[in-house]
Nanobody
Framework: QVQLVESGGGLVHSGGSLRLSCAAS????????MGWYRQAPGKQRELVAL?????STNYADSVQGRFIISRDNAKVYLQMNSLRPEDTAVYYC?????????????WGQGTQVTVSS
C-alpha cells in the first residue's frame, strides 16, 4: 500500500502561482511514476502532469509551459505559474506502482485550487 498526502492548494488571483506538494509513504520502492490529476466541477478527472522514475515528464497541453513537475524520492511537486481561472479544480496526487506484472494506482485525498479572475 502507498499513502499520498497533498498540500499547497489555496486561492490565488489569475496570473499568480502556487506550488503543490505530495508525500508518499508505505511501499514507495514499488512506485514507477508519480503525478497530478485534476477534476473541475461537472468534468472528468484529467491528467495534468506525470513524471516517471527516469525523470521523463508528460504534461497536458493546457498546462504545457506554465506548470513544472518535479520529484525528490518519495515526494512530487507541481509548480503552477500563470494560473488561469480554468485551472480551478481539485488536484489529486497520483502514484503508479508495479506489482509483478500489474500496475496499481494510488490517489491522494485531493487539494482545492481556486483561481479568481
Amino acid at each position: 500500500q502507498v499513502q499520498l498526502v497533498e498540500s499547497g492548494g489555496g486561492l490565488v488571483h489569475s496570473g499568480g502561482s502556487l506550488r503543490l506538494s505530495c508525500a508518499a509513504s508505505g511501499s514507495i520502492s514499488s512506485i514507477t511514476a508519480m503525478g497530478w490529476y485534476r477534476q473541475a466541477p461537472g468534468k472528468q478527472r484529467e491528467l495534468v502532469a506525470l513524471i516517471t522514475g527516469g525523470s521523463s515528464t508528460n504534461y497536458a497541453d493546457s498546462v504545457q509551459g506554465r506548470f513544472i513537475i518535479s520529484r525528490d524520492n518519495a515526494k512530487v511537486y507541481l509548480q503552477m505559474n500563470s494560473l488561469r481561472p480554468e485551472d480551478t479544480a481539485v488536484y489529486y496526487c497520483y502514484a503508479q506502482r508495479q506489482i509483478g506484472g500489474l500496475y496499481v494506482s494510488s490517489w491522494g485525498q485531493g487539494t482545492q485550487v481556486t483561481v479568481s479572475s
